[in-house]
Every structure is written in C-alpha cells, then in structure tokens.
C-alpha cells in the first residue's frame, strides 16, 4: 500500500492506494472482469473518524482470445481512493491506514490471494503538502482514469436486432475504439466491436449478449480510443 | 436451384458457426441438442433426457472458484439433491489437454470417488464442442434445462462471486432455486446471470 503524501493534514483528502506489480504473462481484473475472473476487493482498515472514497479504476485492457474475454490489467496497476482525514486528528502518533485486499491473479490458471496491508503516516506539522516518492505514479495513474465525455460530444446508442449501435459525433474519428461494458451481461464480452468512420463521427456495433433477457435502458462503459484516451459514458438507449 | 439453395444454406452455417453463433443457448429457448461421452465410456445426448430437468455444470477441478464448491462439499450436495430427485445433472470438462483441468477418463474416474462427486456422469469435452455449444465461459458454470427441453437457467453457481469456501453458507443457490420454482410450476425469478469463475480453458 501506497500514499501520495508523507504526511496528513486534517481535514484534507490522501489518495491512497494499492499498488499491484504483475509478473509478466499474469493479469487482474477491471471492476467488470468480463467472461471470467473477479476484480479485486479493497476494504479499508482505518483510524476513527477516517473516511474512505470509492476505488477509481484505471482504463481497462481487453484480455485473453477466443470465446472468454476478460476486461483488467498487466503490469503495473495502482488503484487508489480517496481517504478523508478527520478535522480533528490525534497527533500523539502516526495513524496506521490498512486494507484487506482479495483478488484473483491469472495467466493460463488463476490464483487466489488475500493480503492485510498497512501503512503508518504521521500527522503534518504545518498545513504544506509532503509528497511521497509515489507521487509520479499517482500522477501518471490519475492519467489513465476515464474522463467524462467532452460536452461537444453526441453520443446516442440504439437497439437494431442482435446489436447495440453506438454513434459519437464531436472528435476527430479514431483509428481505434474499443467499448468496456460497467455491467454485466449487456453485450456478448468476445464478439468484435465493428467500427464504421465517417467524417462526422463513429459507428460501434456491439453485439448483445446472449444472457440479454430483458431490455437495457442504458449503455454504461469507458470508451477507449485509440488505446489512450478513456471516457466515461451512459447512454439511454432508443428501442427499436 | 434447390441445390444452389442448399450449398448457400451450408455457406451460411459454416459462417454462423465461424461467428461462434450458430446455436448459442438462450433462456427461454430450446437447448441445443448434443451427444457426448462420459468418463466411462458411455455416450449421452439431451433428447434421451426428454421429460428429466437436465443440469450442465462446468467444471475445472483445479480452478480455485470449482474448488471452493468441491472442498465444502457444496457441489457433491447439490448433485445428491437434485439427482435424488430425478434430476440429470451432467459435469462437463471442456479443459484442452495440456490445459489445467484436462482430464482423461481414467484420472476422472478416480477423482469422482475421492471426491465423493455425485453427478449422473462426466462428459469429457477436450474438444471444447459442448462447452462452444452453450457457450460456457467458466469454471463454474451452470446450465439448468426443463422438461420440455428448453433452457431455463444461465449463469453462476450463486450470487458468491468469490473463491472462498466460508461464502457458500448464506449464498443464494441459482441452480436450486431454478429447479425448485420450476418443479412447483413458478417461474423462474433468476434466469440467468453472470457466471463467474475461472475462464473455461478451451484448445482454440
């Protein structure tokens, strides 16, 4: 576990987090794992008065091939929340943040793990941030968080048979976009994403998937273009 | 003309099933029919189970979301409840050999009797053919099929989605519950959901 300060400030919010190093070959998961896989479960372990935000998740990668895609990370991931320090802090000692983190690592076999992990940070002594040596990785992390779509945009998603059609007029249109569903069970994880580009914008055809039993009002996910930029997105969708 | 028609049919299927959706299971919808052989020998297909409540339950003994259900002895309950009542419940291994979980006939033979598994058979599906059919994406995951031959449930195993053998006490049983509001004529509240578990380690 890791902090982007040396220090707390009461009444001020950490970003805290735990840092995930995968061994080459091996992956974890987003918060919708797609076909298999579980994300990781974070819960905090924290002083009184101490509150936690929620995780934020990094932009996904779409993993594995064939008829099982899962949606996580390789490498190097940190998912870190938002932790709010009480006004009042007791200063007498450093305040021990914990977490008790579950996951499931995979590579062609998958692996169980738990860990309790803590990190001991004393009170500030004056009211300026000391940055921990993690800052750059907090940064960089931050970076790869979906945005919220830019007004410009006009997104609409429709129901057409087997598929769900999304159209993004506003960009310049990507070489390379790829849809995240938040939910599962919305849309068929190993079918391909067909984009269609034309001048004014994008075409992605999602096919719907096979356990869609009932109608979806909307389609929520992080858009990935290009393999850099992420946007949040929740689009009713028109029936048909 | 008709044989024009006919090798456009076929055209159509091989890209259908290239696509990988020929005959995707679908709740609601009549189960894909297959015939496959189990782990002695024996070969089954859905339509001589016409008129049974058939079960399909992937499995990959050495995924840890299978082994939690086999180590508290939840999955080896379940089959002596449901086969006791007329249930068919079929355990399929769709693992490639070289894959975890591949098994051969003989190794499954001896591991259903450490085990104290209680499935009316074990098909061996190395090919991947029955799990590609009805599409199953993990170890475990679970497959309920009415009298009529229509498929009824599709997901996981309960609403756990851990690996964790503490969490089956309390977790709400999908499978039981299709079975049981069906069997007292209901409809089934949770007919499908998403399964989790490890990813079922098909050859291609």
């Known amino acids: ?240 | 003309m008709r044989r024009k028609l006919a090798v456009c049919a076929v055209l159509a299927l091989a890209a259908m099933l290239a696509a990988g959706w020929a005959w995707a299971a679908r709740v609601g919808e009549r189960a894909p029919g297959f015939t496959a052989t189990d782990s002695n020998g024996k070969v089954h297909t859905l339509s001589e189970y016409a008129g049974k409540y058939v079960v399909l339950e992937w499995t990959n003994r050495d995924c840890p979301f299978t082994r939690k259900h086999y180590e508290s002895g939840n999955m080896q309950a379940l089959q002596r409840k449901w086969t006791s009542r007329g249930v068919i419940w079929l355990t399929v291994a769709s693992s490639a050999p070289g894959a975890q979980g591949y098994v051969t006939a003989t190794d499954e033979n001896a591991y259903l009797a450490k085990s104290g598994a209680a499935p009316t058979a074990v098909l061996l599906d190395a090919a991947g053919t029955l799990g590609h059919l009805y599409d199953a994406k993990t170890t475990p995951h679970m497959f309920v099929i009415n009298p009529q031959g229509i498929l009824i449930y599709d997901g996981a195993i309960d609403d756990r989605p851990t690996t964790d053998t503490a969490d089956v006490a309390g977790a709400k049983n999908y499978v039981s519950l299709a079975l049981e509001e069906a069997m007292a004529g209901k409809a089934v509240s949770v007919s499908t959901s998403r399964p989790y578990g490890c990813g079922v380690k098909y050859g291609n």
């Open chain 1, 1 to 240: 576990m890791i902090a982007a300060e040396n220090s707390l400030r009461p009444g001020r919010m950490l970003w805290a987090g735990v840092l995930f190093r995968l061994d080459s070959g091996w992956h974890i998961y987003w918060q919708n794992p797609g076909d298999s896989g579980e994300p990781p479960k974070i819960r905090w372990v924290l002083p009184q008065g101490f509150q936690a935000g929620a995780v934020e998740w990094p932009r996904p990668i779409r993993l594995g091939s064939g008829s099982v895609i899962d949606y996580g990370y390789e490498g190097q991931v940190l998912l870190m929340a938002p932790l709010r320090i009480p006004a009042a802090l007791d200063d007498s000692a450093p305040a021990t943040i914990g977490a008790e983190v579950k996951y499931i690592v995979c590579r062609e076999i998958c692996i169980p793990g738990e860990a309790q992990l803590t990190l001991a940070i004393p009170a500030a002594k004056d009211s300026s941030r000391h940055f921990s040596q993690w800052r750059e990785l907090f940064e960089r992390t931050r970076a790869q968080w979906p945005q919220a779509a830019p007004r410009g945009w006009k997104i609409s998603a429709r129901s057409q048979g087997g598929n769900f059609i999304l159209t993004m007029r506003g960009e310049a249109p990507p070489r390379d976009v790829a849809f995240f569903p938040l939910d599962a069970n919305v849309i068929e994880n190993s079918a391909r994403q067909i984009l269609a580009s034309s001048g004014a914008g994008i075409q992605l055809t999602l096919r719907k998937s096979d356990q869609l039993s009932k109608p979806v009002a909307t389609l929520r996910g992080v858009l990935v273009l290009d393999g850099t930029k992420a946007y949040q997105i929740s689009v009713p969708i028109a029936p048909r």
